[in-house]
């Protein structure tokens, strides 16, 4: 899978220098063949330090039945509408989910309607948070992005 960046852009994401939106993470990931979920939640788990924080939190994920989010025009991406959907799922407020994420409450606002973007570890925070499964929500994600992958 080609990707539409300047290759100094993504070596600069390959050397940690730079961190990628959770779209383009996403599109890195199918483009190597490997599964989003498992890729983000070993991501998740590499981050010894959140994963203790929120290991804390929930035990078991939270079940959830992921629907194609309606698009609007002025959506940049699907992880927000996807993301508003765990987030209900796990009976989580705004509120809470920011402060557990350490993520801006007003931009998780925008990010759930679709306006904005997340980089990738504010992104897997912000899902860490509501309680689903990464797994399953970034497969999802992957799904409903048009993105397939090979297991």
Known sequence: MRLPYHIR???????GIRQPGVMLALRMVV???AVPGDFFQRLLEADITRSLCLAEQQYEPVPVMYHH?????DIKCLFGPLLAQARV???VSQTAMAKTAKYNLRNVNAVEKGRQEPGVMSA???VAATGVGIRDFFNSLSEFSGLHFEE
Not at 69 to 73: A, C, G, H, M, Y
């Open 124 to 126: 897997l925070a912000l």
């Open 31 to 33: 483009g190597v063949r």
């Open 89 to 91: 799922a796990g009976g």
């Open 9 to 15: 852009n993504l070596q600069r994401i390959e050397g």
């Open 69 to 73: 989010p309606e698009v609007e025009e």
